[in-house]
């Protein structure tokens, strides 16, 4: 009996020291919830994208033909006239980011800069299309039919971008989920040009003595002022706008940790041409 509960006793002691020396994830079947990490403090980092554009050019070349139909009765008509597409482009690109977390037990606010080069983020579109406007002529009975042909092109490329925003995580263990928001700022090269081409044909039409009315048809004449070539073209220029989105961080190491974020910008019109974009990014970044 003696040396049943000494093997029992020794038994229990090299158990209980072996035990010791098991990993976390195999003592016993209940673990203590793992510990949230610290986020506060500064952190810098650099990521990939890929970015998905759309431009709307249907507003493009309004500018132009402002300009060429001013004080005309041609002005109005052709500026409700949509003759460029939208059209679509996807890229990709890199860049980095720098920001500050302040950690409130759970919840982690924070504010972050973040550029970005995008790679040949380039779209335009072209086309040609015609319409034709009657209006009373400067006499009575008299009424102008003009034809009109407007042949267009617009182009825009994204070159990069920087976002300056604010955002709120909730810590929880490895993991920190977030959102964002704030203000954009892209450069890009925006291009316009349009061609008109404008013909009046002035028909008279007169009622005789007998009440019949005749209507004659004059000569169509080609009308040079209003036919003509304008462009416009802006390199570099600095186009404001809008961004938000979220994202999710994972510390792997130290304060060593990896993000993914969904990013939407929406920026202001440029040359009447409107640019939004979707941001798919992936990044590593370090935490101090």
């Known amino acids: 009996m003696r040396k049943f509960l000494l093997a029992a ?13 098991m990993p ?5 079947s209940i673990s203590a919830a793992p510990l949230n990490r610290n986020w506060d403090g500064w952190y810098v980092g650099g990521e990939v994208s890929y970015s998905a554009v759309a431009s709307d050019f249907s507003k493009s ?3 132009l033909t402002n300009f060429i139909f001013r004080d005309t009765v041609l002005q109005q008509p052709t500026s409700q006239f949509g003759l460029l597409a939208k059209t679509t482009t996807q890229g990709t690109g890199f860049g980095g980011f720098v920001g500050r977390n302040w950690q409130f037990e759970d919840l982690v606010f924070g504010v972050e800069a973040n550029y970005s080069y ?8 072209s086309d040609s299309n015609s319409l034709q406007i009657v209006t009373p002529g400067g006499a009575p009975g008299v009424t102008s039919t003009y034809g009109e042909t407007l042949t267009g092109r617009a182009a825009v490329q994204i070159k990069d971008a920087i976002t300056f925003r604010g955002r709120a995580g909730w810590a929880t263990g490895n993991f920190l989920p977030y959102v964002f928001g704030g203000v954009a700022v892209g450069r890009m090269d925006v291009s316009r040009s349009v061609t008109s081409f404008v013909t009046r044909r002035d028909d008279v039409t007169t009622t005789d003595a007998f009440g019949v009315t005749t209507t004659t048809k004059g000569p169509t004449l080609f009308v040079p002022a209003q036919s003509q070539t304008r462009a416009e073209q ?3 220029a600095f186009v404001a ?3 938000g989105g979220l994202g999710l961080e994972y510390m792997l190491w130290g304060n060593v940790f990896m993000r993914g974020e969904w990013e939407y910008v929406k920026f202001l019109t440029v040359k009447n041409t409107a640019v939004q974009a979707n941001n798919l990014r992936a990044g590593i970044g370090y935490k101090f």
Request: aromatic share 12%.
């Open 9 to 21: 006793v020794m038994f229990g002691a090299a158990s209980g020291a072996q035990a010791a020396d």
């Open 61 to 63: 070349i309004v500018g």
């Open 241 to 243: 706008g809008w961004t």
């Open 118 to 125: 995008f790679d040949r983020l380039a779209t335009s579109t």
């Open 234 to 236: 802006r390199t570099n």
């Open 24 to 28: 976390d994830f195999l003592r016993g």
